[in-house]
């Protein structure tokens, strides 16, 4: 089995781009969990199937192909709003978890980011970062990039977003988002991400060397 590193937060913390950057660093195999949420729900969205379906939905989740998921195409806002709705499904999670564990497990080692990674995914895992930020600076965040690219979006519509993903991605039953009990808590409201980069390095070279 490789080393894991396993990095959970809330939507638009900075987790995404740190966890490439740590996977790169290390020459990790890197999972984007949230990807396997989205990809459920587009299959389900494409097919015209409903979204309250526990059944269906689980039997789709189980179709997931790891190898076949694109960020570009699963990054509309309307696939996340969905993920976040059938990640509240405990047939869902259980297939999708089962698959992450597969890839947990990859030499020389993975990095795993999204919500529940250092609590249900993979316990044992010998580093474990929460990413977090407060919500007004994950939507000046999001709001920035979208403008960035050319696109339109009004702050308070995303702000508004921001908490209402929150509110669903940490009071569902079934693996609420939280930082697990040995995790290292990363608040990047006022640090730059190479700071944070910095920082998670060195949790992750004190326990190599320890491995
Ligand atoms: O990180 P993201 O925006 O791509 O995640 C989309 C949704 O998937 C998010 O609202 C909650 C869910 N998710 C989850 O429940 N558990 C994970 N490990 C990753 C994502």
Redesign the pocket.
Known sequence: MGFIIAIDGP?AAGKGTLSRQIAEEYGFHHL???????ATAKALLDAGLALDDEAVAGKIAREVELAGLDRDILSAHAI?EA??KI?VMPKV?RALVEAQQAFSKREPGTVLD????GTV?CPDAPVKLYVTASPEVRARRRHDEIIGKGGEASYDEIFADVKK?DA??MGRAD?PLKPAEDAHLLDTSEMSIEAAFQAAKSFIDAALKKN
């Not at 984007?32 to 949420?37: A, F, R, S």
């Not at 999204?114 to 990674?117: A, E, N, P, S, T």
């Open positions: 939507a984007d969990t949230g990807l396997t949420y989205r996340g993920a976040s990640a999670r999204g919500r529940d990674i995914v993903r669903r991605d693996s």
